[in-house]
């Protein structure tokens, strides 16, 4: 049944990865690349990682939204109407990535993999939460604080009205002076 | 089985890679780089189920390249934006400050 | 403590959903009449249902030059989130699924319709389809956030992911009680995913119908029936999530998840014609000024309470 399942999410997860760059059109390319995320998170799922799947499967489709409306904004051409082709070096590219796949492949078969070591606990989920709660506390932490810096830092990068503008040169101005008024009026 | 698995995260790897080498446009190499983190994701998984069940490692690889994809994601966006913003591009052939 | 159904059950789900969404679009229907001041009769009970086969026989528009993969399948998406969303709610002490990360699911069905709507408003080339779809997006990133707080408060008093561990927690004190902040956000944010009530803006009337303005024939009725399937299927939810699941004296558990189900429903499509449609921007600030933090907060005070009492209360 693994198998059976593995060979419908797995080509159908390479194939859509592989259609991004073929379409001409953004948010087809950014529905192809959801496409190849859900088949990665059903693959996950599969295999017993329930959790971690279903919170691919959302975070994926969320991440993939807020990238379309980005290509859109950003690349011209957006609905593909005329067939685009924006390369550099494509057989380069091609080249490199085909020897890296090979590369890998050889890996992966001369690799003596170890016997399976154990068996999944009752509750996976759970096996994650003590772990990252208890022996994996650092990796927590660092995850928490790598999130809070990268949501500052995007903020900082991407806004560009700051306090001044807001607020006046003596930061006293109250409603702050914004296009659109939001719905707690600060 | 695990090779299968293993085989198919080295394809979205060489995919990705692909993509992040040859396209032009930034949102374009995001994609292909988060496609190699999709295939890093699976193998992810791949080696938890396969290798090392009983270990919680596995999932928080797991849970870190995951969280990898989501500062990937909002870090390129912002600079996009504000490269957008600067200059009016999202080519990064237009962005070559570094090359001399 | 809940048995898993056999696979037939799978088809039962939608058939239960639409059976439940019928009755809220009839009372839909009772209200309507009732404030135009018309008599409400039979026929009024059963416009909603007389309007599926007028959608199915009507014809189906295009526009030009549509992305049509994208808009039909974004418009199936819809109905598909709800009826996906559906399989992990617990009707009495029967669930179709078992799963363990049954709330998780739930949370990831739903924000298909994120995808889905989005895809609706792009695909027909329009500009007021296309302006509904941002709108929802931009709807969504606010909702989004209290929702997924609201349900680990649920989740976190329980001690468990599974929609039936957290009915079946609730013996002695119902989780709308004690957590009243999360229920109440729980409750605005099924208005907003299924973008009904005060949460109409994507569909606004300004837009003409906005995500709708396009739509005709099958795929408006894909898209209409989707919301109604997407409110009940959030009402559904609420009942094991805070309402204590089948618990109750007297009846058998599935009447009494039935019962509830009935009243929250009724109380949300009562609430959809009292409300005024929110903006979305002006939502963004609240839920993430207001929202979030008191959401935070309540999930911290049911943590400690868990801690403290070793359970849920």
New interface residues.
């Given amino acids: 049944m ?2 059976a399942v ?1 060979w419908i999410l ?1 080509p159908l ?2 194939a859509s ?2 259609m ?2 073929r379409f001409s ?1 953004m ?5 192809a ?2 496409v ?2 859900l088949a ?1 998170g059903g ?2 799922i599969w ?13 994926m ?12 904004a ?2 011209m051409n957006p ?3 005329m067939p685009m082709a ?5 057989r ?3 080249a ?3 020897a ?2 090979a590369l ?2 050889a890996g ?2 001369a690799a003596p ?2 016997r ?6 009752r ?3 759970f ?2 939460g ?3 709660m208890g ?2 506390m650092l ?1 927590m932490i660092v ?1 928490g604080i ?2 809070f810096a ?2 500052v ?6 806004t ?1 009205r700051g306090r001044y503008d807001r607020f006046g040169d003596d930061l006293k101005r109250r409603p702050p002076a914004d296009p ?5 009026g ?1 | ?8 995260a ?10 992040a ?8 190499i ?3 780089l ?2 190699m983190l ?1 295939g890093v ?2 193998a992810a ?2 080696f ?10 596995g ?2 690889i ?3 390249v ?2 990898a ?3 990937e ?3 390129g ?6 490269i ?2 600067a200059r009016d591009v ?1 080519m990064t ?1 237009m962005a070559a400050d570094l090359k001399r | 403590m809940v048995g898993s159904a056999p696979l037939w059950a799978v088809l039962v789900v939608p058939a239960v959903l639409a059976a439940f969404t019928v009755v809220a679009a009839g009372w839909d229907a009772v209200l309507a009449a009732r404030s135009a001041g018309r008599p409400v009769t039979g026929a009024v009970l059963a416009a909603p249902l007389a309007e599926v086969p007028r959608l199915l026989a009507a014809q189906r528009r295009t526009t030009l ?1 549509p ?1 049509a ?2 808009w039909r ?1 974004g418009v199936a998406a819809i109905p598909a989130a709800a009826v996906l969303s559906a399989v992990v709610i617990p009707f009495g002490h029967v669930a179709v699924s078992r ?3 049954g709330v ?2 739930f ?2 069905m739903e ?2 319709t ?2 889905g709507l ?2 609706a408003g ?1 695909g027909p ?1 329009a500009v007021l389809s296309l302006i509904g779809g ?1 709108r929802y ?1 931009a709807q ?2 606010a909702y ?1 956030l209290p929702l997924m707080f609201a349900l680990i408060c649920a989740a976190t008093g329980a001690q468990s ?1 599974n929609a039936a561990d957290i009915a079946a927690a609730q013996g002695h004190l119902w989780f709308a009680v004690w957590m009243p902040a999360a229920f109440a956000v729980y409750l605005v944010s099924v208005y907003a995913f299924s973008f009904l009530g005060p949460f109409a803006y994507p569909a606004g009337r300004d837009l003409a119908g906005g995500v709708t303005a396009e739509l005709s024939g099958p795929d408006r009725l894909a898209l209409e029936a989707g919301r109604w399937l997407l409110l009940t299927s959030g009402a559904g939810m609420a009942v094991p999530l805070f309402l204590g699941g089948g618990a109750g004296p007297a009846l058998p558990p599935w009447a009494w998840s039935a019962v509830k189900t009935l009243a929250v429903l009724g109380l949300l499509v009562w609430g959809r014609r009292r409300l005024p449609v ?2 979305a ?6 839920a993430w ?2 929202l979030i933090p008191l959401m935070i907060a309540q999930a911290l005070a049911v943590a400690l309470v868990v801690l403290t009492m070793g359970g849920p209360p």
Wanted: hydrophobic residues 65%; charged residues 10%.
């Fill in positions: 693994t198998t593995f797995g997860a390479a990865g592989f991004v760059f059109s948010a087809r390319a950014t529905i690349l959801l190849s995320f990665s693959l996950l295999l017993g990682l329930a959790y971690l799947g279903t919170v691919v499967i959302l975070m489709i969320m991440e993939m939204v807020i990238m379309a409306v980005f290509m859109i950003y690349m609905a593909g109407l924006m390369y550099h070096n494509k380069g590219s091609l490199i990535s085909i890296v796949f890998l492949a992966i078969f993999w170890p399976r070591a154990g068996a999944p606990p509750d996976v989920t096996q994650l003590a772990a990252l022996p994996q990796t995850l790598t999130l990268t949501m830092a995007s903020v900082v990068l991407a560009h659109m008024r939001g719905g707690v600060r | 089985m695990l090779q299968l698995f293993l085989l198919l080295a394809a979205l790897f060489a995919i990705g890679l692909y993509g080498l040859s396209q032009q446009s930034i949102v374009m995001m994609m292909g988060e496609l999709n994701t699976v998984g791949a938890w189920h396969y290798l090392a069940p009983a270990s919680a490692a999932q928080v797991l849970v870190v995951v969280v994809m989501a500062v994601m909002a870090a966006f912002a600079v996009t934006t504000a957008f913003r999202d052939d | 030059a992305d993969l994208l399948l799963m363990t990360v998780v699911w949370n990831a924000v298909l994120w995808a989005w895809m792009w080339n941002y997006v969504g990133l989004e992911l929110i903006r921007d002006r939502y963004a600030e609240l000024v207001v």
